[in-house]
T-cell receptor, first 116, second 117 residues
Framework: AQSVTQLGSHVSVSEGALVLLRCNYS??????LFWYVQYPNQGLQLLLK??????LVKGINGFEAEFKKSETSFHLTKPSAHMSDAAEYFC??????????????FGGGTRVLVKP | NAGVMQNPRHLVRRRGQEARLRCSPM?????VYWYRQLPEEGLKFMVY????????ESGMPKERFSAEFPKEGPSILRIQQVVRGDSAAYFC???????????????FGEGSRLTVL
């Protein structure tokens, strides 16, 4: 079984400041980990994923995340926020190679507000 | 558009009516997943289907909800006798079969937003 906890349902950052979104997971098998972004009234778009290769993963729009097994974390960062980064971000986990299919378990989401 | 297609995008039903939501997966994908997003909440898994088979329905409510993915045509999520608590966004996602082409993620549609009056 898997679960995901995202600390902070809302985060406010200034334009140009660091964006840090926290994600901790629980998994009984080696996990695959994902970050998705959702803009208002739209579907989910994949930002990046960890699938047991490099622990530092780079994604689209300047985002990156680091898999830390000892901390069971997969925090998302971006050095400098843009106004266009205002959206909701979801961390998700799957059972990876041990899973049947690609079923994802999502965290509760973090809504990011970017202040000018 | 080769993405996951969901329709209708918006659906309004009165209490007691039926809602049918349709999902066509991406070309080459044979696995479909349905998720529900309640207002101000994350996505909750409902059901995972392959063609003509339900693989995992552990997230489906025991009553009024059903899903199918026939040999031909889209996947259908059916909600009978809707209640106000069914108001939510329902997302469909797809993936290719397990194998070299499967890179682990799900590809999502834009969602169907159900409002129950």
């Amino acid at each position: 079984a898997q679960s995901v906890t995202q600390l902070g349902s809302h985060v406010s950052v200034s334009e140009g400041a660091l964006v840090l979104l926290r994600c901790n997971y629980s998994s009984s098998v080696p996990p695959y980990l994902f970050w998705y972004v959702q803009y208002p009234n739209q579907g989910l778009q994949l930002l990046l994923k960890y699938t047991s290769a490099a622990t530092l993963v780079k994604g689209i729009n300047g985002f990156e995340a680091e898999f830390k097994k000892s901390e069971t974390s997969f925090h998302l960062t971006k050095p400098s926020a843009h106004m266009s980064d205002a959206a909701e971000y979801f961390c998700a986990v799957s059972g990876g190679l041990k899973a049947a299919g690609n079923k994802l378990t999502f965290g509760g989401g973090t809504r990011v507000l970017v202040k000018p | 558009n080769a993405g996951v297609m969901q329709n209708p995008r918006h659906l309004v039903r009165r209490r007691g009516q039926e809602a049918r939501l349709r999902c066509s997966p991406m070309k080459g994908h044979s696995h479909v997943y349905w998720y529900r997003q309640l207002p101000e909440e994350g996505l909750k898994f409902m059901v995972y289907l392959q063609k003509e088979n339900i693989i995992d329905e552990s997230g489906m409510p025991k009553e009024r909800f059903s899903a199918e993915f026939p040999k031909e045509g889209p996947s259908i999520l059916r909600i009978q006798q809707v209640v106000r608590g069914d108001s939510a966004a329902y997302f469909c996602a797809s993936s290719p079969p397990t194998g070299r082409t499967n890179t682990g993620e799900l590809f999502f549609g834009e969602g169907s937003r159900l409002t129950v009056l």
